[in-house]
């Protein structure tokens, strides 16, 4: 079977450049004239050699090339310097591009993807391997176009003159070019493997300071810091031996690649003496065989750049490319609100099943509750309503059309979710309400905010509203971070709103003040609700059980009593907990 042939990483590399093609070709072609410029004093030097062998005096005509030379060194400062100005805009405007389509790619792909993905790789990818494009794009397009005209430029001209000596000229060249590339054949895969040392110190570093309260609790600091510190040190000690490993090639490459004079001047004066080549032409190779080797190495300068690229730009290519949730674009017009389950079945690993041929109706302006033991599949059949993950079979289907037919963002305008993990950004209070509309007022802001019981401990708070909250909202309760979770969502006013364990955080005084906001600001709202607390749910319209994937019953709080075993051994566990509380 044969392979898909991968594009290259240049050619993907254009392409995500394609809105700034006419940017980048402006800067290859001011690059050529600044070679250009950059070339003409190598003339000048050849004629101002001819003039001093022919004992030419005349002080005009070597003021007239000196000028050229300065002229042409003020053309190159120019061409060079705009040049850059241009790749680099061309450059940020596409990396600009590149970060603002990998976070829309976020919101397309499956919540699973996201969370079976160490939080260290995104950042990896969407921070340091995009900016790892920024010597290529803005540097290695233009300048290095330039550095390989002018050796070929140089190479031609010297067949021109002599074509002994042009290939004398770059005999050093070839071995150091030779010696090079036995030094790169593993850069490739060590590349690969330093990104690996450095993804496995993000994902270490992440996992330590994420799990800090837990190190401190427990006493566990010793053996929670030796991965973490085993990690940065087999990094360090990876790029080391690494860069031992290449220091004789390195050496040899630099040594052996300028030294072109070796071969061009012995040759040169045996021709020179046996009449085969006059001086003039040989004072011109050695001026030009000079400037053979400075672009050359400038050029090798991106090699670093250009070994990396493949890693950088497939490990980017891979997010951009990765299986997004199977959603049309096409805004749809919905009959009502009525939810619909048919034979869903759903697993997150294509040989583990979570959910078996689930069957389900939920009316608008219902109440409807899924109740059942933990890892049952409770809040995986509310994802799926949200569209956070595709069914593996079955449909779901709202307001008259499937989920698969309803784009992402309608959808997402249609049901708010409130998780027991909502997170909160590094900002103020006020913002992160307002995140559920924001276009909302600073009024509207506080009445949700007054509805969802959060008010008052806002204005306790030294700059109330204003109150920055800390990174993931670190600086608030879990009880108080989840009353601005449902404030966020209740001022969203979706006609659905999903509940997971909302109120998981909330001491029992402030549970009944949100659970009166959440009977208010529901009342004509399709309201799903998974709690663990079943006093919370006992007014619902429907409650589900759940067990092992499977609907077990279905009914009110009285018909699951009497007709549902595990209902009611779940019920008599509950209140005999609330019993003792």
């Given amino acids: 079977m044969n392979e898909e042939k991968k594009d290259s990483a240049i050619k993907i590399l254009w392409g995500w450049a394609k809105p700034y093609h006419g940017k980048f070709i402006a800067s290859i072609i001011l690059a050529i004239l600044g070679v250009v410029c950059h070339m003409i004093p190598y003339f000048c030097a050849v004629d101002i050699a001819t003039k001093i062998i022919s004992k030419e005096k005349t002080l005009s005509s070597y003021l007239t090339v000196c000028i050229v030379v300065f002229l042409s060194y003020l053309g190159k400062v120019a061409f060079d310097n705009i040049s850059t100005a241009i790749s680099h805009t061309a450059t940020y405007y596409t990396l600009r591009d590149l970060r603002e389509n990998s976070i829309r790619k976020l919101a397309k792909v499956p919540m699973g993807t996201i969370i079976n993905t160490p939080s260290g790789q995104y950042k990896n990818t969407i921070v340091d391997r995009v900016e790892g494009m920024e010597p290529t794009f803005a540097h290695v397009i233009p300048q290095m176009t330039a550095n390989i005209l002018v050796p070929i430029f140089i190479i031609v001209y010297l067949i021109i003159l002599d074509w002994r000596m042009a290939l004398l000229s770059i005999v050093t060249l070839i071995i150091g070019l ?71 090639t390195m050496s040899a490459y630099n040594g052996i690649l300028p030294s072109v004079l070796i071969c061009i001047l012995p040759f040169g004066f045996l021709f020179w003496m046996f009449g085969s080549l006059d001086m003039t032409t040989f004072i011109a190779i050695i001026i030009f065989s000079l400037g053979l080797i400075s672009p050359i190495m400038s050029a090798f300068t991106f090699t670093d750049d250009l070994a990396i690229l493949q890693t950088n730009v497939e490990e980017i290519n891979d997010l951009l490319n990765s299986k997004e949730l199977n959603h049309k674009e096409e805004y749809v017009k919905f009959e009502d609100d009525y939810i619909k ?31 059942g033991p933990s890892g049952s599949g409770k809040s995986t059949i509310a994802k799926l309503i949200a569209g956070y993950f595709d069914v593996t079979s079955g449909n779901i289907s709202l307001g008259g059309h499937k989920l698969k037919d309803i784009p992402l963002s309608q959808l997402s305008d249609k049901i708010s979710y409130v998780s027991q993990d909502n997170y909160l950004f590094n900002r103020s209070i006020r913002e992160n309400i307002r995140m559920g509309n924001p276009a909302a007022t600073d009024e509207e802001v506080e009445i949700a905010a007054k509805n969802s019981g959060c008010d008052s401990f ?124």
């Avoid at 790169?184 to 493997?193: A, F, L, N, Q, T």
């Avoid at 690993?349 to 509750?369: F, G, Q, R, V, W």
């Avoid at 409650?543 to 051994?569: D, F, P, Q, W």
């Fill in 178 to 248: 030779v010696v090079m590339s036995l030094g790169m054949r593993s850069y490739p895969v060590k590349w690969e493997g330093a990104v690996q040392a450095g993804k496995n110190m993000t994902d270490a570093i992440v996992e330590y300071i994420g799990g800090i309260e837990v190190v401190k609790a427990f006493s566990q600091s010793a053996g929670s810091y030796k991965k973490y510190s085993n990690a940065v040190k087999y990094n360090g000690n990876y790029y080391v031996d690494w860069m031992r490993d290449n220091q004789k």
């Fill in 458 to 581: 806002i204005r306790n708070l030294d700059n109330g509203y204003d109150t920055v909250v800390g990174s993931g909202g670190s600086h608030l309760s879990g009880g108080e971070r989840q009353r601005i979770a449902i404030a966020r969502a209740m001022l969203k006013n979706a006609p659905i709103v999903i509940l997971d364990e909302a109120t998981a955080y909330i001491d029992a005084e402030n549970e009944v003040l949100v659970q009166k906001a959440i009977s208010a600001l529901t009342a004509s709202k399709t309201l799903i609700v998974i709690a663990h607390r079943l006093s919370t749910i006992v007014g619902a319209d429907k409650i589900v059980v759940i067990n092992r994937g499977t609907i077990e019953a279905e009914g009110t709080h009285k018909e699951l009593l009497a007709n549902c075993s595990l209902y009611k051994n779940m019920w008599e566990k509950h209140i005999g907990v609330k019993d003792q509380e």
């Fill in 341 to 371: 389950l048919q034979d869903v079945s759903f697993s997150y690993e294509e040989d583990k099943e979570i959910l078996h041929e689930i069957n389900l109706k939920i009316k608008p302006e219902t109440m409807t509750a899924f109740v």
